[in-house]
T-cell receptor, first 118, second 113 residues
């Protein structure tokens, strides 16, 4: 079974509108971390936002917020006020095990290609 | 502060050859991870090094190996290259054990012909 599922291969959004990118995960470890990365066409992975499994509040970083629903095992990324520069591949990833441990392995989803239209 | 650097950025090799890719982490970062990205398999974890020791390894054949030096720079080696090894190889570094964020380099695009 896939550990990270991103069901939207591609998404389109109008500039200045909000968009939600879906991510569901599967783990039996009570400690885990969820990440979102952006990958422009240049190839470099850019860290956007992190949510720990024990965090009580949803993570926010500027225009990015993570809608964390633990019971549903979902960690959707919300981008508010989309900009043309937001056009890129977006990856959801998970680290199983507590932060501060020795596990730095990230498991990635297949990604969602977001296109922002002017 | 300089980011993660990877050399070379592009590489073309033929089947059967071997290749060595290099990664210099952000200054002070001691953990270096390697990932392979292909259109078919997506992003897959190769291995992770911390203080010159391999701590985690992904599900790749023994042709894929790596090492880390005392200055935290890391190399990965692929021997007996196959067409399926064509991929973007990404390196990421992290600061300390209690850091959750991995900073990625621009990647090395390897083409095997």
């Amino acid at each position: 079974a896939q550990k990270i599922t991103q069901t939207q291969p591609g998404m389109f959004v109008q500039e200045k509108e909000a968009v939600t990118l879906d991510c569901t995960y599967d783990t039996s470890d009570p400690s885990y971390g969820l990440f979102w990365y952006k990958q422009p066409s240049s190839g470099e992975m850019i860290f956007l936002i992190y949510q720990g499994s024990y965090d009580q509040q949803n993570a926010t970083e500027g225009r990015y917020s993570l809608n964390f629903q633990k019971a549903r095992k979902s960690a959707n990324l919300v981008i508010s006020a989309s900009q043309l520069g937001d056009s890129a591949m977006y990856f959801c990833a998970m680290r199983e095990g507590p932060s501060g441990g020795s596990n730095y392995k990230l498991t990635f989803g297949k990604g969602t290609l977001l296109t922002v239209n002017p | 502060k300089a980011g993660v650097t990877q050399t070379p950025r592009y590489l073309i090799k033929t089947r059967g050859q071997q290749v060595t890719l290099s990664c210099s982490p952000i200054s002070g970062h001691r953990s270096v991870s390697w990932y392979q990205q292909t259109p078919g398999q997506g992003l897959q974890f190769l291995f992770e090094y911390f203080s010159e020791t391999q701590r985690n390894k992904g599900n790749f054949p023994g042709r894929f190996s790596g090492r880390q030096f005392s200055n935290s720079r890391s190399e990965m080696n692929v021997s007996t290259l196959e067409l399926g090894d064509s991929a973007l190889y990404l390196c990421a570094s992290s600061l300390l054990d209690d850091s959750y964020e991995q900073y990625f380099g621009p990647g090395t695009r390897l083409t095997v012909t």
